[in-house]
């Protein structure tokens, strides 16, 4: 293993270009396949039956006239895989069918297998379900508040505890109580983060195939290959070295596909008592319910600076609704607080983060996850002390800037650090000082920044094996074979283990194959989540492909009789640095390794470090090798009349260490800062109260009703990339994929208040929303343009609308 | 199944087969003979035009376009994002006019020409639409692809120099999850530069 080469841009060839994607071409021509594209011989269908109620007792299942009916082949319910499941080995509480209760409209009871799917929906229709219904929770407060009368939606784990509470974490760092009493200025707010879901355009799709003797294959839209091989073995009581899940390209994901789900376990179950392959493809509704998308968080901030701006204390209370499952809740609700402690320095800092259960489908990582919420509320938070203290937003985030190779105030490791750069690139870009507090009423921009892990120090389950594993082959050809577990889902991680392979062995893109998606032939790699792949499998790829480089090397430098380290490979070539001219085709060169040295192979991985953490309980959560930065200014047009918000532009600066390919960087960039807007403006994952319908039901499961941005709705969007080399990652490369969602929300926030005077503490900026805080302002008379601040000192006074009461 | 709310396959299946269902349950057959014996009422003939290919199929009536292709002709190119005509995803050309082949009966093909992504290619190499979201990285998960470069290469034979603007309308049925559009734009401005450049040549040529 090895860590970060510190290669300047003048000693890279092909890192750091424009380059084509692998599979780009595939993808454009319709060859790229896809889990749904896949057909077996004698393929039968799946679907499985839904709760149509949020909370219920099952009092009794009767299949037998589904299983009557000609062309199924097998039912199933609970009792058939009476096995919890859950993507965090300590708070397994998901049956793959509900056993003797469901949580959730859309929570499953039973899966049927027929000849095609026609008849699996027939066959659902003559399943008869006995509920007895029990009283919901649909609102986290309430779920806060039960005491037992009505059975919880989770059992307690200790006796006389609120079973809806899935975790609780109260973490202080510094005297925070004190330095908050000594601020100058203290602004303290109310915010609500209205749940979202992912919506990637491919639903989710496994098949599985039992051979009958013992062994299971699995195809999966996963983003999570190992740990859907892990838990199909564990819940099916199988030999995990006679499973094999592979995945295909995966048609998004963005979080939605990053735990096992109710298809894999069923597909797998179906197959092994029909005897066929069984495919099963979510609906576009069973997508919304099986949702882990962004919690709806109710958050209450109290921050303090100094009258030169300097932050003092925060304090945060944050109330996570996690919906009827835990899925990475544990996760989220330590990430709420701890991932806020960057970009900028703060002196003392407390949260108090608790995640209830409630009878919804289940919340889960999306996208930035568990940051992006309170980093909505963050960033306002900072807008308004920078008003209050006269400064410009932006000289106000420099004054706290926390620099590079430091640790935060939860002792979070921050090596590289370009949020400087970030900044004056925005600034510039978006001509910052001619607009701010300037343009007409009802025009507006805003800032914000942020800050995002490169990957988790500690794995999901606990052990001391690499993170991520390669292993590279070279051909007699010139081919170099790279075997990748890593997980393609857009975002180019099989490209970039190509480019690697590319820079490091001299070799055209065009003679390197990545052969990826199959845990039967690659190494381990944990999956698409946490922005982890880049700086993980990039490492494990310069490893590998530097030991076959040496090889070569030193194969060609004896046969020249020169020294290895003169021998350069590159462009195809092997050549000589002191005479260029001395030069060989790389397959010759290949060809000379492969006599010396014997069939030419390597292994490479990388693993995180693991003593960089705090010591306290939850200091390892957090904790990651790399840490990107982001900042956004977005520029706004606010119609007061009618509520409607128009984004007109998002400038996007992100840090991404190195830009390997930027191409493909800039496409992160602008999709998250898309993302990061449908949020603010449109999304909602929300579910009907009594008096909308049915109680608990999803309010609009379809890409109709559930509003995300199309062309005509998305804002111009500008990236501009910020590389600070990080010391550590591939080529100094850090995330991109997540960091540049969050600041999106918040400086539309920001410019909303900037254009009109209104502060927005509640999402989404939708016109009702919108209007309703319009009026508000209207009423008290504070729908004005903002004043210019006017230096550094404390404006008594300065107009403040929404939720701000002012301390000191 | 949905839980709430009836699906369009249910309503098919309950409208055209439902009789046939219950009696073909009621007697004791294999259970393959049982579902063959469902089988050929539903079945209807629809000659197609795919690609330029002459194609017969028997498909039960209920088939939508999209199925066809998937399913009975293998062209899976087209995708099913959402199987109601919200997401894009399995738009088509037919007769030139982007269309969502999942909410178009297949009997209402017949007689005219459809082309999918697979048909954009020909002998001389990609189109240059895919060729330019190669180039620009457009396609990110690739799943909404096929259906933005059929709605972009309507909107090519419509115009050979379309405004940005222009691009934005054309794509508006198609949602992209990925990229945030602006490479998309990016790679079809680019297509299309190249498409004007190469009819140029043709021209001077003559």
Known sequence: MISGPHKSKSDLKLIGTPMRKIEGLDKSTGRAVYTDDIVLPGMLHGKILRSPHPHARIVSIDVSEAEKLEGVHAVITGGDIPTKYGIIPWTADEYPLCT????????????????????????????????????????????????GSTPYVHEPRKEGGNGNVTKQVQLEFGEVDELMAESDVIVEGKYFFE???????????????????????????????????????????????????????????????????????????????????VKILYTREEVFYAHRGRHPFHMKYQMGCTKDGKLTSVNAELLLDGGAYASFGLVTTYYAGQLLCAPYSMPAYRFDSTRLYTNK???????????????????????????????????????????????????????????????????????????????????????????????????????????????????????????????????????????VAAEELGVPLEYVRVLRGDTDFTPVDLGAYSSRVTFMLGNAAIDAASKLREMVQKAVAEEWEVEAKEVLLVGGMAMWASDTERQMPIREAFNLAESRFGTLGATGWYNTP????????????????????????????????????????????????????????????????????????????????????????HNAPSLLDYRIPT??????????????????GPYGAKEAGEGPLHPSIPAIANAIYDAIGVRVDRLPFSPPNMWRAIEGAREAGTLVKPSIPDGSQVVPGAPHAGTISSGS | MAPSGLSRAKLTYDGAWAPLVGFSSTVAAPRLAGHLFIMPAAIQIVRLNVNGDLREIGVPMH??????????????????????????????????RPTLSCITPVCEAEGHSVITVEGLADVDGPHALQDAFDLHGAAQCGFCTPGILCSAAALLEQTTSPSRTEIKEALAGNLCRCTGYSKIYDAVMSAAQRLQVEAHLDGSRR
């Open chain 1, 100 to 147: 003797d209760r469901v949580r959730y409209i859309g929570d499953g009871v039973a899966a049927v297998a027929a000849m095609d799917e026609d008849l699996a929906i027939r066959a659902l229709e003559l399943i008869r379900v006995e509920y007895e219904e029990l009283p919901a929770f649909l609102d986290p407060y309430e779920s806060l508040a039960a005491d």
């Open chain 1, 195 to 277: 749940g979202s879901t992912h919506t990637p355009i491919e639903p989710h799709c496994a098949i599985g195939l039992w051979d009958g003797v013992g062994k299971l294959t699995v195809w999966s839209a996963t983003q999570v290959p190992h740990y859907l091989h892990r838990e199909l073995a564990r819940v099916l009581e199988l030999d995990p070295a006679r499973v094999r899940v592979l995945q295909p390209l995966v048609g998004g994901a963005f979080g939605g596909k990053s735990e096992p789900f109710d298809l894999e376990f069923c597909v797998a179950k179906l197959s092994m008592l029909a005897a066929r392959p």
């Open chain 1, 711 to 728: 062309s005509l709705d998305t804002p111009e969007l500008e990236s501009l990339i910020v590389e600070s080399i990080d010391p550590e």
């Open chain 1, 361 to 499: 489908p289940a919340c889960g990582p999306k996208r930035g996850h568990g940051s992006v919420q309170p980093r909505f509320a963050f960033e306002i938070q900072i807008d308004k002390l920078s008003e209050k203290v006269g400064l410009d937003p932006f000289e106000f985030r420099r004054r706290n800037f926390i620099g590079s190779n430091t640790r935060t105030v939860n002792e979070l490791r921050i090596t590289s650090n370009g949020f400087l750069e970030c900044l004056e690139s925005v600034e510039r870009a978006s001509r910052w000082r001619r607009k701010f507090r300037r343009l007409p009423f009802g025009q507006g921009v805003g800032v914000a920044g942020s800050t995002y892990i490169s990957g988790t120090n500690y794995p999901i389950y606990p052990n001391d094996m690499p993170q991520s594993g390669v292993q590279m082959q070279i051909d007699r050809s010139g081919r170099v074979s790279v075997f990748s577990g890593a997980s393609e889902i857009g975002q180019g991680c099989d490209s970039m283990v190509a480019y």
């Open chain 1, 610 to 697: 693991k003593d960089v953490h705090g010591e306290y309980r939850g200091g390892t959560i957090g904790a990651s090798p790399a840490y990107s930065f982001t900042a956004h200014v977005a520029e706004v047009e606010v119609d007061v009349e009618t509520g409607v918000v128009e984004v007109e532009k998002i400038w996007i600066a992100h840090d991404c260490g190195r830009a390997l390919n930027p191409v493909l960087v800039e496409g992160q960039m602008e999709g998250s800062a898309y993302m990061g807007f449908g949020e603010a403006l449109m999304e909602e994952q929300i579910f009907k109260s009594s008096e909308q319908g049915r109680a608990g039901l």
């Open chain 2, 63 to 96: 088939f939508t376009l999209l199925e066809a292709l998937r399913y009975e002709l293998g062209l899976t190119g087209s995708k099913q994002g959402c199987d109601k005509g919200d997401c894009g995803a399995c738009t088509v050309i037919l007769d030139g």
